[in-house]
């Protein structure tokens, strides 16, 4: 499923498509793949408009100077003199940042206005000591609110009226003191006025250089790095140096619940000075000790034997035992790239240290790889996010504008309208960004026939040559293209118009199959017109016709590639039940839709795997709403490099080809390793974390296993558990993992997951990167597991 090789010659109708529409996640372009595509989101309806201050109105925040030579600390320990905020450097220090003047500023703090539809608030950002986290404060009255975000969950950060928010709402704030900064996972777009422009630039240009520092970390870094920010924290007189007390309270921190007698003994043992308090290398041993992986000490001792480093044989013995290639060549340059110590790398040995990065780097990963290479607001950011996630099919729900221009909304839901226009300039910037293969626009169309004539016109001059309005060239009529063919094309999901009304320029009626569905669902009267066709809209349909479904005889008797019917959730449902082979053996010949329930008002998701096992292409899902649903798309898609199409199996492209493979899979959980703190403004509050492996594909394979909680211990758990799972369809099945806090007085809370295919998953010793509800990444949270799958 990793090789890329069938983009070239498959045609559509054999993959899945990642799919994106209004609130949804679909999946479906060409038969034989999926397709990734995803509904936006319905957001609330803006009241108001915002009435920002004037520019003038904010402070000039004054300048900082850059610090001295040997002015910032060590990574671990800190400095010894006391520092004050604007000169505190530890961290930068150890990134190689601690002279960098933006940085300066940003540590010293900066008034900017926040920008949001309702009205500008004036906060207080600053960059804290961690060299991670940014915090703003607003005062009410005597009371403080503060918030803060994570520079390591930032996507981008750009300069200027960039984003919707502040083409809409900062109109009063000149734009170049404007900057927008977008988040990974769910978390809205911030948009950010400063002073001036010089401030608003340097807060720029500081956010994208930690940004790149951050990116570049090795999982050693980063454990130093997230260490540290325990210590800093928990070092309340700021005297870079830590009495047991202090020592107590970054255990709570890190989540790790320690006897006191054994803890009071470590420090003992690192306080070389005798004098009560841990500083410099004391600290740093102190540290050292805690991120000790003792599971990691015992499977290097066994192919290590007695003189506690790894020769390139014996890593290579390893790398065989993992059901990898193992070549002695291999271990060579794995040595070459992983291994700390310089003196043993150039004698080509591997130390502890070594092997542990080995594990924790993308070579160690559960997700093989080469998989990973090709082979509620309404608004245009909610389309920018989806793409840029890989999605390939996106829904436009448009509806009848003022001023004659077509709007986009989600139905008769209480959602904010977005101009059409605005939504096609968003989609041509970002459309190929991530992934070169073909973008479906599916419309949803409720305008009458002049609007729908403007939406043609903005879409032919928006667009451009990224535009398909005719057949390739030599194609065979009777066979869809592959998406290797449709490359950097945006294809149009409509209407079409027979072909001698076309060239006659007259306008017919034809039934929406959609709207048939949903007669009990959505209510029909407000869509004017909707049924009618502009030519010029229906001259932009090729490739994906929508159809009515005539019934699986009739459309099994005549197939016709280029057309697509669409099933609401119920209906998918019972063609399954009722007829699934026969509706498997329609799925791998015609293009197929699923969305959900019209009037959803929770935007509650239903589960796609089941949709897939029939074979449908494009499965719609709400993007905004977090839970194991979205994790399942995100998982499947995983594949081809996040290309947004992943082939199906074989038996889903032609029924008669064949039996799946039945497997084994074993999963031995072995440790977690720093762990989120779930309540983080109560120390005593540490997780008691158990691991649950769930599986999803038919329904005989869906199973779900989970080890015991082990008691406060978030940052170092260990389980040694072995979950068994027999698989029928494992070309079918997903493999969730996930992280749940014990209660047993409610609900356990989540703590993390990662999902995948399994058949991009890796056997042997495996490290599992830990994701947020929302898609978000927890490092340096990790699972440590070992893998086995063998054939019954």
Known sequence: MGEGGWLHGRACKHTYTHVCARTHVHMAAHTHTYVHAILLPPPSDPKSLLQ???????????????????????????????????????????????????LQLMLQGSLLLKVTSRRAKERRYRLQEDGITVVSERRFGRMASKHSFSVAHIVSVHRGHHSEGLRRYGCAIPEWNCFTITFEGGRRNLDLGARDEDVALRWVRGLRTLRGRLRGMSQRERLEHW?????????????????????????????????????????????????????????????????RRPELEELFGHYSGEDCVLSAEELRDFLQDQGEEGTL??????????????????????????????????????LNQEHTEIGGTSSTEAYVRALMMGCRCVELDCWEGPDGEPIVCHGHTFTSKILFRDVIEAIRDCAFKRSPYPVILSLENHCGVEQQATMARHMKAILGDMLLTQPLEGQDPGVLPSPEQLKGKVLVKGKKLPELQCETCSVTSIPDEEEEEETEEEDRLQAKDASHVAPELSAMVVYCQATPFPGLAQALQQPRPYEMSSFSER?????????????????????????????????????????????????????????????????????????????????LRSPHSGSPHPLVLRIRVITA??????????????????????????????????????????????????????????ELALVRFVVEDHDSTSCNDFVGQFTLPLGSMREGYRHIHLLSKDGASLAPATLFVHVTCKRP
């Open 52 to 102: 920002t201050q004037p520019p003038g109105s904010l402070p000039v925040p004054p300048r900082s100077s850059p610090h001295g030579p040997g002015s910032a600390g060590r990574l671990i320990c800190g400095r010894r003199a006391r520092p004050r905020p604007e000169q505190s450097g530890g961290v930068l220090k150890k990134l190689g940042l601690s002279e960098d003047e933006d």
């Open 227 to 291: 260490i540290h920010g325990m210590l800093q924290r928990a070092d309340k007189d700021k005297d870079n140096r830590m009495c047991f007390q202090e020592v107590q309270i970054m255990l709570r921190m890190a989540n790790i619940h320690m006897d006191n007698a054994y803890a009071h003994q470590l420090f003992k043992e690192c306080d070389h000075s005798g004098d009560g308090r841990l500083e410099d290398q004391e600290l740093e041993d102190f540290c050292r000790r805690l991120l």
């Open 329 to 366: 060549h291999q271990a060579c340059a794995i040595i070459c790239a992983h291994e700390l110590n310089e003196k043993a790398r150039q004698q080509g040995l591997m130390t502890l240290d070594g092997f542990t990065m080995y594990l924790l780097s993308a070579a160690g990963d559960i």
């Open 571 to 651: 209906k998918a449902r019972k063609l399954i039940k009722e007829a699934g082979p026969t509706f498997v053996h329609y799925t791998s010949r015609q293009l197929s839709r699923v969305y959900p329930l019209g009037l959803k008002m929770t935007s509650s998701n239903y589960n796609p795997q089941e949709m897939w096992n029939a074979g449908c292409q494009l499965v719609a899902l709400n993007f905004q709403t977090p839970g194991y649903e979205m994790d399942l798309n995100t998982g499947r898609f995983l594949g081809n490099g996040g290309c947004g199409y992943v082939l199906k199996p074989q038996f």
């Open 673 to 730: 390793q720093q762990l989120p703190k779930l309540n983080r403004e109560k120390l005593s509050s540490i997780v008691d974390p158990f691991v649950r492996v769930e599986i999803y594909g038919v329904t005989a394979d869906c199973s779900k296993q989970q080890t015991a909680y082990r008691s406060n211990n978030g940052f170092n758990p260990r389980w040694e558990e072995t979950l068994t799972f027999q698989l029928r369809v494992p």
